[in-house]
């Protein structure tokens, strides 16, 4: 416990020194200019700034991240989500000038379904830019106070059917969390559109890039996250009418830093992270989904693999082989690679959960070690214990079972723990598959706050916590599996002496 | 006659391009107590575990009480109940309380209750001393006593035949008796049994049977006094009277002698043998291999055979071909008269009947 202890400490420690801001001046023609690939934001960027120097970010949270440490002199970005920044007391500024305009839209699947309803949402927002609603809710979400920014949700009949929306719920005013929840601009529009068309809707929150290729595939009906509309976008999905303009200015960093001492920023950090709008409730959600996760995952990861071997006992050598090298291919592909391969690629046009995708993903990639365990494991018991089980007459299964398993499962079992405990941690990853694990939570808040250091202090501390439990609890199994710590009577249950 | 309890015949194993088995046929009838003797990687164990069926043959058949049990539909876990198989390493359960070790299996295949399975264990862990043991796993006790354990083990199946792997090779000299005593006592209550072993007093006094094996087939098969003090063939009694054989040949004209020199040489550092002995060695192979006999032959063939005992005495047997020649006719009187100053006794005979090499000359060497 000690060491964690120590190690939660040294963490601290040296992000408060990263996350101290750092300034220069700056001349944009040769700055480094914070884009994200693929974008408005990168196409003026270096239709304005020839000379500068592109870095590549994800995510708005990342782009004040870097500007505030010094890492970026500036960044393109809607005048209505800075100014929102800025409500929200963030530490950056921006230029006067609107430097260009890059319409805000939504996207569609390119499919018979897809163009129905990017043709309903184009009528519909003809509409709404007709009778004013539009204005007004443009006032409402870009001008208003934050607690003006609410909508009551319609009463949604659902009659032609349910439209699934993405987001990176990152784009405070468009659509963004709140008390636990998506909201926005954008999504205040698709409540009415949906009200207007008979359909009921379900929010995904996921990365920008992902809710773009979901969008592709066909995951996601509606794309809304600030999506700019851009000539080379055409093709792979389609985009509606915009809804705002989108005048752009230059983002750069505030000369004054608002905060003063290294304790009043962590209680404030600490306030907006887990106080303001209950948002301790995602962590707890997100801890809640990554638990589940590893159980599940942990559970049907340690069975397949188990049965895999038992398979692989019988010997059969055609069988044999193809385990052997599914065995080697597994453990060549890095997790995420594999786990986006689940989503999109097996379960690509299936309507499955994210997380039951990685739980299936997570439970294959620990069966490979469960099994590779197994099979060292086997080949480390003396075959002579085998044969004389033989001798007496068992089968070679029950054999296997009865006396070579329990040895086994004491001689792996710390490395299984390990195994176990890797693959809880790098569960962080599934926030790629629109799963709202504790990472990603993390990541939700980050977004919302602009602080990167308490969200990622208070996550790092949940998974160390979880790990040393997880451990504490499976050394106690140990001692219960270890047939050598068996009791006399137990031994001779039911025996008279 | 009864029906034998085992037949087998033509039985080969091979494992690629080994083949430590070669078309073995043999009957066992109940109550023989069968010593299995031989240089090792001689296939006796693998005879053994073919009995067991823990190897499959390459050839061959195995009939167990009128059962064909190398069929590939055999139920062989019926058949090895009534086989029991001691180990050279012990192979117990390591996980496992001594008691269990021997409960296990008749409980679990045996269909005993957890009563009888304890008592008759209980029983048998008396009959070998090792009662107050019954609660301790196996890496607690000395290897004589696993061995003894793993006897007990399997008499607790009432095996029909008892198949013994080297029982006593992996044990520390002091604890060999006490697990040869368990071996005896089981002896005398009938059980048929066969056991693999180097240990010959053992192997003569317990056995009523010897079959002496050699590259993988049965060499001499009889009753201990047959094999140990009338073997039939040259081999047999090679190995039992533990000699260490060199031989060397020749076959033409261009003979590297040096290199027969250095074989000499090896052989004799090897195995300990004097340096006089050495010496003379190489002179008997110089004078009489290549002075008297070699000149005299137009396609040579030479083989010299010295066989070196425990108890120190060397013989060499040279078998040539040619017309019938004795080397004491020989004219090179200088040659005869240096060997024949460390030649104790030597004979000379003329088998027609052997086309090959049918002039045989035995030497005793001077001890």
Known sequence: ?497 | MNEPMIQIRNLTKSFGSVTPLRNVSLDIQRGDIIALIGPSGTGKSTLLRLINRLETPTSGSIIFNGEDITAPDCRLEQVRQKIGMIFQSFNLFAHLTVIENIMTAPISVGHLSRQEAYDQAMKLLKSVGLQKKALNYPSELSGGQQQRIAIVRALAMNPEMLLFDEPTSALDPTMVGEVENVIRRVAEEGTTMMIVTHEMDFARSIANRVIFMEKGCIHEDGTPDQIFNHPQSERTRQFIQRLKVLTLTVDSQEVDTLGCFTLIEEFAAKNGIPRRTKNALQSLFDEVCMGMLLSRMENPLIKMAIEYGVDGHVTVNIDYNGPRFDISDSADDIALAIVKAFIADMSYSYDENNTELPNHLKISLVD
């Open chain 1, 1 to 497: 416990m000690k060491r964690y202890i120590l190690t939660v400490l040294l963490l601290l420690g040296s992000l408060a020194i990263a996350a101290t801001p750092e300034k220069e001046s700056v001349d944009f023609n040769h700055a480094r200019l914070g884009v994200w690939t693929d974008s408005g934001v990168e196409y003026y960027t270096r239709l304005l700034y020839p000379n500068a120097k592109p870095i590549y970010l994800d995510g708005i949270s990342n782009m004040v991240q870097n500007l505030k440490q010094g890492k970026i002199d500036g960044f393109i970005m809607a005048i209505n989500i800075v100014e929102n920044l800025k409500k929200e007391g963030v530490d950056i500024d921006y230029l006067p000038d609107t430097i260009c305009a890059v319409p805000c839209v939504y996207a569609f699947t390119v499919s018979e379904r897809g163009k129905k309803l990017c043709q309903q949402m184009n009528d519909y927002l003809d509409t709404i830019k007709a009778d004013g609603t539009l204005k007004r809710l443009q006032q409402k979400w870009m001008e208003g106070d934050e607690s003006d920014r609410t909508f009551t949700k319609a009463q949604l009949t659902g009659e032609n059917g349910t439209i699934v929306v993405g987001t990176s719920a990152e784009t405070v005013p468009y659509s963004y969390m709140k008390h636990n929840e998506v909201t926005g601009f954008e999504i205040e529009i698709i409540d009415l559109f949906c009200a207007a068309n008979g359909y009921k809707y379900e929010v995904k929150a996921t990365s920008f890039d992902a809710m773009l290729a979901d969008v592709s595939i066909g995951k996601i009906d509606i794309g809304a996250s600030y999506i700019e509309w851009l000539p080379d976008r055409e093709g792979n999905v389609l985009f509606s009418a915009p809804t705002d303009e989108g005048y752009c200015v230059m983002v750069v960093s505030d000369d004054e830093i608002s905060e003063t001492g290294f304790f009043n920023r962590i209680k404030r950090g600490i306030t907006k992270t887990l106080i303001v709008e209950n948002r301790w409730k995602m962590i707890v959600d997100g801890m809640y989904v990554t638990v589940l996760i590893t159980i599940f995952a942990a559970l049907l990861g340690t069975l397949l693999g188990f049965l895999v071997y038992l398979f692989y006992r019988e010997n059969i050598k055609f069988v044999n082989k193809c385990i052997d090298m599914s065995v080697t291919a597994l453990q060549g592909i890095p997790d995420l690679i594999l786990l986006m391969f689940f989503y999109y690629v097996v379960f690509g046009h299936v309507d499955v959960n994210g997380t039951v995708v990685a739980i299936i993903a997570f439970a294959i990639m620990l069966s490979v070690s469960v099994f590779i365990m197994l099979k060292s494991g086997s080949e480390s018991i003396h075959k002579g214990q085998m044969e004389a089980a033989l001798a007496l007459g068992f089968t070679e299964r029950r054999a296997y079972l009865k006396f070579i398993l329990p040895q086994v499962v004491t001689v792996f079992f710390p490395s299984y723990k390990k195994a176990l405990v890797d693959m809880m941690l790098s569960t962080a990853i599934v926030g790629y598959v629109a799963v709202q694990d504790l990472t990603r939570m993390g990541d939700l808040i980050r977004a919302r706050t602009f602080d990167a250091f308490v969200p990622l202090i208070i996550v790092s501390i949940i998974y160390f916590m979880l790990s040393w439990l997880m451990l504490k609890g499976m050394g106690g199994l140990l001692s219960q599996l270890n047939p050598r710590n068996r009791k006399p009577e137990t031994i001779l249950k039911g025996v008279k002496r």
